[in-house]
């Protein structure tokens, strides 16, 4: 099974509610194609959605958006890098947590997503010495990077920020030289963590 990221640009605004709502509709659907929801990011007005799953692979989730008429405008086969390196396709979507199941910086901070295109792939020593070049500028906007997905083919890259807003980030990765196709906060969803994934013939949430 893949970590899969959908990106969706969608006309009128949303809520998570709304777009689960959606997929409660059709869990035979979901069984079908072995797709379980892991979680979102959704933008202030709504109409800017990434979403992950776990699927055997990206077209497992284009089969059925395009069956509901959901619409996407791109969904790829992603790695999951912390600090550089990967991680389990079943990483937190979200934020770290503390002991307490809390934030793990101050609440007045943001979480920011900062999406990037790449005219190449780009390798994974790459992005380590990238981020290491970049942190000192990133840091004086009070910018730190939580997680980055970076597609299959590594052409494109999402980004997550703890920061105090979205300029803070666009202005940093501007000084920085990062490439940088837009930039926006965002708040979380997260389905309940599950000891195991569930097989074929189960029910998905």
Known sequence: MERIIVERTLDEPTTFETFLGISEKAPWCLNLYRLRFLGGYLSP?????????????????????????????????????????????????????????????????????????????????????????????????????????LSKDRQRMICLYQAPDAESVRIASRQARAPTERVWTASIYEEPVVASAPSAGSAFR
């Open 45 to 149: 007005d709504g109409r800017r959605l990434i979403c992950n799953y776990e699927a055997p692979d990206a077209e497992a989730v284009r089969a059925p958006s395009r069956q509901f008429k959901i619409p996407f405008d791109r969904i790829w086969s992603a790695t999951v890098l912390e600090g550089g390196r990967p991680v389990g396709h079943l990483a937190p979507v979200g934020l770290p947590k503390t002991d307490s199941e809390g934030p793990a910086f101050p609440t007045k901070m943001e979480l920011v997503i900062a999406e990037r295109r790449f005219d190449k792939p780009i390798e994974l020593h790459e992005i380590r010495e990238k981020e290491a070049a970049r942190r000192q500028c990133f840091q004086m906007y009070d910018a730190t990077l939580i997680r980055t997905y």
